[in-house]
């Protein structure tokens, strides 16, 4: 089935946030701190007042007369919303200008006099716990270091032991680094606060749209049955968009300052310097195995840097996320991680990117750390992988850091792959142009995600328990109206939930009606990211489905004149059992339900049902992924000739958006191996605040892809589907660096850092790596 959304999309009727015009509306813009650590001495804003388009001027000073200058993030910390004491990074919220229109605002921005007190910043995390590193969070009583947590998983001791007596260890260190969601929407608001009904209305481009609501009830103490937010049609999230950003307070503010709305919407540099990035984790691993490579053992350390404040969306049990799950696709003896959480002058944040809750960090490690023991025992990568990966009547597995995979088959998955990649003579047409002095690379990965979080009593988000609500109402017509609390971003759920609706009801999938982000119309819920819409949302919508179905059942009983246990129930219809032709539709029993049919005690009529699903599990979908990639070692660049991607999200609703959500992770995994980065000087000046500095990759960096699939349902999802959103962006860097490592290897080089730039494959293959 095409997607119903695109009708609207392709002839540009989809409404965004900046397309919301609400009549007196003001405009606002942020004025940002230059500097990345600096005591501010004092601020004037008379000259930006006197602008005769300026309405107000907002600093933290005129927040924290209303206590509002500090909001709680998603991780527990407390963060600015505009700068009282210091600012802590170089685009940090200062002032907020709101203005009659946006160029007005934007010009008195310049106007904002602000006095700072250069401090030293601390820029590389691995001096962020230095005794004499500056402290950042001076904010925070009693605390006199940049130290956030310390977490772990696994069997520390167990490990060790195995480690001991393994006669293979390889160790590597790998740093992931910082990277940007940089979805094509940047972040945008509009706050309208109804001075006469008390009513706060936020038009926001959120993932999260009912998590907000809570937050925002929280913040500025309105209460939450007088605020609803809006979520209209939004360009991208990929986890930017799940925080609440200091702006959409001080929108808030503004609004309820000047008594009209005020619309904030941020540009690009903004977006990459201030919004949350992802990653930015420093890993030590360590793998042992066998001589003849049975993998034992994994141990991992990392430094986790947070930036300024930890406004991480993690789960609150989990600050690292699901990290843990770095054992990835093997039966290993015994695991242990541990994360330590760093503050440093940078942007805040930390949010998983296309992946649930850093598992993108966790697998990329695993299959580095795997193709690195490869190269030690000089055994083929596809070989160790299936030696050592885990057997489908080992399911559900229990991993050696605490989680249960659901369902598996992953040596079919990789057998399926090396079969479409041709596998065999790949290797033999590398080894002809290896002696012909060409560098072609061939790399792997095998990947496990963990997605669709809850279940509730495991997972919460500031106490926020992860389960979502679904409401279908079904009209006197048999039509259907579909009520989610998640939220597309682009990912089709207009259709897919739709489609789901359908199959359970037997009606056609343009007969149901989506209706998502808006609070007031819709069941609460945590929210899309972490690919949880189709794991969670999914299984509530086709769980409300099943309950009409068995209202109907009990309709048609009535009309029919016969015990509901005689009925059976085909596609659309109720029939007496053994009489096919004795049956009504599901459009004739809606029509019923609503009409003057005399129904049993206890029936009330009409056929709407809900259903609020607390998952009893996270699904693990997985996938084997090959690329293909020649290199010319003159110049460092790197060319992906081919993709290979098996993937496995048990049963496909729409198997051509699952196409195209794999095709984009797959551009995403090339973006993030050869080119995105978010860097700094050693001021901790931004060095990638536009598209000309921080690269995104474009057609012309992907080969056309090659995709296979296999199908292992979830045994416990009620339609075994498990999620995939993010699946692709998880699985794909590690067999892109791979493929450029093997490449090298006639050179001698055991790893590079990504982004694997023409400047960082060259140095590598001079043997200069570019990080100290
Ligand atoms: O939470 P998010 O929507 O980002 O991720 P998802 O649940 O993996 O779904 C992404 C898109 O793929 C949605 O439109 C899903 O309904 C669809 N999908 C599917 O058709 N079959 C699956 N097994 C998984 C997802």
Redesign the pocket.
């Known amino acids: 089935m095409t997607r119903k959304e695109d009708a609207r999309f392709v002839r540009g009727r989809g409404t965004y946030v900046d397309d919301v015009r609400l009549p007196g509306t003001l405009h606002a813009a942020v004025l940002r701190s230059p500097l990345a650590h600096a005591r501010i001495t004092a601020i004037d804003t008379r000259a930006a007042e006197a602008h005769p388009k300026v309405r107000v001027v907002i600093t933290g000073a005129v927040l924290a007369d209303r206590g509002l200058a500090w909001m709680p993030t998603l991780s527990g910390d407390v963060q600015a919303v505009l700068a009282t004491d210091k600012v802590r990074f170089q685009g940090q919220e200062v002032a907020f200008v709101i203005a009659d229109d946006p160029y007005s605002a934007r010009d008195a921005l310049a106007l904002v006099d602000v006095d700072y007190d250069p401090l030293p910043p601390v820029v590389d995390a691995r001096t962020a716990l230095d005794p004499d590193a500056p402290v950042i969070r001076d904010d925070r009583e009693g605390r006199r270091d940049n130290h956030i947590f310390d977490w772990e998983a696994g069997d520390a001791a167990a490990t060790d032991r195995v480690f001991a007596g393994a006669a293979v260890v390889v160790a590597q260190d790998v740093l992931y680094p910082r990277v940007h969601p940089a979805p094509l929407e940047t972040c945008a608001v509009i706050a309208d606060h109804d001075v006469v009904t008390g009513k706060l209305t936020v038009w926001a481009t959120t993932q999260a749209p009912h998590a907000h609501r809570t937050l925002l009830a929280t913040i500025t103490g309105i209460p939450e049955h007088r605020i609803r937010v809006v979520s209209p049609d939004v360009g991208g999230g990929f986890g930017n968009k799940v925080p609440i950003y200091p702006a959409y307070v001080c929108a808030v503010a503004g609004s309820m300052l000047t008594g009209r709305p005020v619309k904030w919407t941020e540009d690009r540099s903004e977006n990459l310097m201030a919004t949350t990035f992802a990653r930015d984790y420093h890993m030590h691993g360590e793998i042992a195995s066998t001589v003849d490579g049975k993998i034992l053992a994994l141990r991992v350390r990392v430094l986790a840097d947070h930036g300024a404040f930890n406004g991480t969306a993690q789960p609150s049990k989990y600050p690292a996320g699901f990290f843990h799950i770095v054992t990835g696709s093997y039966d290993l003896e015994a695991a242990h991680c541990s994360v330590t959480g760093v503050y440093t002058n940078k942007a805040p944040g930390g949010v998983a990117y296309a992946c649930s809750f850093r598992v993108a960090e966790a697998s990329f490690l695993v299959e580095r750390l795997v193709d690195l023991l490869a190269l030690e025992l000089d055994v083929d990568p596809a070989e160790l992988r299936m030696r050592n990966l885990l057997r489908p009547e080992q399911f559900p597995y229990t991993c050696s850091t605490g989680w249960e995979y659901d369902s598996g088959d992953y040596p079919r998955a990789l057998a399926l792959l090396l079969e479409t990649a041709g596998y065999r003579e790949l290797r033999a047409e590398q080894a002809r142009r290896r002696e012909l002095g060409e560098h072609l690379g061939i790399g792997l990965s095998f990947f496990t995600e963990a997605?669709?979080a809850g279940p509730r009593k495991h997972m919460d988000i500031v106490g926020l328990g992860m389960a979502d609500g679904a409401e279908l109402r079904v009209h006197p017509t048999g039509k259907a109206v579909l009520r989610i609390s998640?939220q597309?971003?682009g990912?089709?759920?207009e259709?897919?939930?739709a489609?789901?609706v359908a199959h359970e009801l037997g009606i056609g999938p343009d007969d149901v009606d989506v209706v998502h982000g808006d609070t007031d119309a819709t069941p609460f819920g945590l929210g899309?990211?972490?690919?949880?819409?189709?794991?969670v949302?999914?299984a509530a919508a086709s769980m409300a489905a099943r309950k009409v179905r068995e209202r109907a059942r009990i309709v048609a009983s009535a009309m029919l004149e016969v015990s509901p246990d005689d009925l059976e129930w085909s596609p659309g219809r109720w029939s007496v059992r053994g009489d096919p032709t004795a049956g009504k539709s599901i459009t004739e029993i809606a029509a019923a339900a609503h009409s003057d049919l005399d129904l049993p005690d206890g029936v009330e009529g009409q056929l709407d049902a809900s259903c609020v699903y607390n998952p009893p599990n996270l699904t693990f979908?997985f996938g084997a992924y090959l690329c293909v990639v020649e290199v010319d070692p003159g110049t460092g660049q790197v060319v992906v000739r081919r993709f290979v991607a098996v993937d496995d999200?048990?049963?496909?609703?729409?198997?051509s958006?699952?196409e195209g959500?794999v095709h984009g992770g797959l551009a995403d995994g090339i973006g993030v191996a050869l080119m995105e980065l978010i860097a700094f000087d050693p001021d901790g000046n931004h060095l990638g605040g536009s598209f000309m500095d921080y690269l995104l990759p474009t057609a012309v960096d992907c080969p056309s892809w090659e995709l296979a699939e296999t199908v292992t349902p979830s045994p416990h999802h009620p339609?075994g589907?498990?999620?995939?959103?993010?699946?692709a962006t998880v699985g794909s860097p590690a067999a892109v660096v791979n493929a450029v490592m093997d490449a090298l290897r006639p050179f001698g080089v055991r790893h590079a850092d990504m982004p694997l730039t023409p400047a960082a494959v060259w140095r590598a293959i001079q043997g200069r790596p570019l990080r100290g």
């Open positions: 997605v669709g998640v597309s971003q990912q089709g759920h259709t897919t939930f489609q789901i899309t990211y972490g690919s949880r819409s189709t794991p949302s999914g979908p999200c048990g049963v496909r609703i729409n198997p958006i699952v959500q339609l589907a498990k999620g995939i959103g993010e699946c």
